[in-house]
């Protein structure tokens, strides 16, 4: 069941005029900040589907950079997003391609700044849901009828352990995990998907856990 | 958690509580938040989507120019003038379209189930209330009914333009204010599903063509119409009628039908409304020449 809540539903509440192609548009932005970890200094966003036909229109664009901006589905402030990313020295370059992808609704976002590059790939999958299905070049199997967060962290002994160890605190179970990484030692990441949602208290606490950088909701 | 109408019509009736209720008992299961928190937040949603109804009655216009203003005229016309279909019936209109022409001028909404079709449910809701007159708990319930149809939908069909075409949006929605009215005026849990099998299926096949690929024609208007087919749905369905197709046979249908239409009336700004020259032209206006032409 891709659609467990009711606010799933009767919800987001967005600024129009599209909830796949703005309000799932400006959440798949604001994951990739998250996941990024700060505000990046340039992106290059490429739209398929759906996405690259109709995206003037609906404010995709501004929806995607308000997302990387940090703005949630209803703020007011997406309507200005590109003049307010130029302010906040945001480079931000979107390219129209013509291959189809799986979904009709896809971004893939490529961004960084100084310190770091990332790349993720997200489907707005309707009713302003969005779903991320690629990172960094590692596609994530989700099932999709969880919930499922991302973890990214260092490559250290005990990291993987201290994330388990809070959730089964708090009697979470897990359906589905996988653990990657690019280097021994480096940057890795798991994607774990739960029986339920994790509450926003314990995902701020397994922010706090042992060579942990960044906790996301990637699906709920 | 229910996967389908019959069951949740079996929860409801079983339990003999509306089915707004197994939906508020369904989110407190799910999400281990309390009763009040989630109630409160559909609380919030409603004052949203009033707001919302306001705002487009009081007059707006999007970007683009192409829709705005046809929620004043409507209002106009019933202060002025005897309609044909009745107070009730433009009412519960002219507070859809006034939802989707704040949607389309890039306001705040409620997305219900989706943004494009945003109007349906708070027109149906809104344009009831003078008639029903409900109390504070019953227009929020209303909200959760629509809510446990439209969940059975996105997941065993789909709530997508992109995905199942403007059967998938419009078609829910007006479904969800059509099973949602029915509750609200008294009828079954059974009669709302009636409702919403009636109001789906004569929206079956309904594409998604948006002219300049925007959120406005002919998405306000078929709001208008979805919001007016709740109403008569849900009097159908009130007085006895049935649909010879179960709901979820009727939301299977949708599924297939929307996986057999042409991308091109999925949300691309490539077919139909959105390929007639005149919405070519009205693209090429807002646009320039790049979308929705060759």
């Known amino acids: 069941m891709k659609f467990r809540s009711v606010f799933d539903i009767i919800g987001p509440v967005m600024i129009g005029p599209s909830s796949s192609h703005t309000a799932g548009a400006a959440r798949i932005g604001k994951m990739a900040r998250e996941l990024f970890g700060r505000q990046p200094n340039w992106a290059k966003i490429h739209l398929y589907g759906s996405f690259a036909k109709t995206y003037k229109g609906h404010g995709t664009d501004v929806a995607l950079v308000g997302g990387l901006l940090g703005f949630d589905t209803y703020d007011e402030r997406i309507k200005e997003a590109l003049e307010l990313a130029d302010q906040a020295n945001l480079n931000i370059e979107f390219i129209e391609e013509d291959g189809s992808a799986e979904h009709p609704n896809t971004a893939r976002i490529h961004m960084g700044d100084e310190d770091g590059e990332f790349e993720l790939v997200g489907i707005s999958i309707g009713g302003g849901k969005a779903e991320i299905t690629e990172l960094n070049g590692f596609e994530l199997r989700l099932t999709g009828r969880s919930p499922a967060i991302l973890v990214m962290h260092n490559d250290r002994f005990g990291a993987i352990a201290s994330v388990t160890n809070v959730l089964a605190n708090y009697k979470i179970n897990i359906g589905h995990m996988e653990v990657a990484r690019r280097e021994e030692g480096k940057d890795a990441m798991m994607i774990i998907e739960t029986d339920e949602r994790i509450p926003k208290d314990i995902m701020e606490e397994l922010k706090t856990c042992d060579h942990i950088s960044q906790v996301v909701t990637i699906s709920d | ?294």
């Open chain 2, 1 to 294: 958690m229910f996967k389908n109408v019959s069951e949740l019509i079996h929860l409801a009736e079983s339990q003999n509580i509306p089915i707004s209720e197994v939906m508020i008992r369904q989110e407190v299961e799910e999400t281990d938040k309390p009763r009040e928190e989630i109630v409160a937040e559909m609380g919030r949603n409603l004052d949203i989507m009033e707001k919302a109804v306001e705002d487009g009655l009081n007059g707006v216009k999007s970007r683009s120019g192409l829709t705005g203003g046809d929620a004043v005229l409507i209002k106009k016309y019933m202060e002025e003038q005897d309609s044909l279909s009745g107070n009730l019936l433009l009412d519960v209109v002219s507070k859809a379209v006034a939802t989707n022409e704040v949607n389309a001028a890039m306001g705040t909404i409620c997305a219900t189930p989706t943004a494009g079709s945003a109007g349906c449910v708070p027109g149906v809701l809104f344009g009831l209330k003078p008639r029903l007159k409900p109390t504070r708990e019953q227009m929020i319930r209303f909200l959760f009914t629509s809510g446990a149809f439209g969940q059975v939908v996105a997941n065993n069909a789909s709530i997508s333009g992109a995905a199942g075409g403007c059967q998938a949006e419009v078609g829910s929605a007006a479904g969800m204010a059509s099973a949602a009215a029915v509750e609200m005026a008294g009828g079954s849990p059974q009669q709302s599903a009636e409702a919403m099998a009636i109001t789906l299926k004569n929206m079956l096949g309904l594409v998604c063509d948006p002219v300049a690929g925007l959120v406005e024609v002919p998405c306000v208007k078929r709001n208008a119409m979805g919001s007016s087919q709740a109403i008569v749905s849900a009097d159908l369905a009130l007085a006895g009628v049935t649909s010879r197709i179960p709901c979820d046979e009727v939301i299977g249908a949708m599924f297939r039908i929307g996986e057999s239409m042409s991308p091109a009336l999925k949300e691309t700004a490539e077919g139909g409304l959105a390929a007639t020259p005149t919405g070519r032209e009205l693209a090429k206006k807002v646009f320039g020449p790049a979308l929705g032409s060759e």
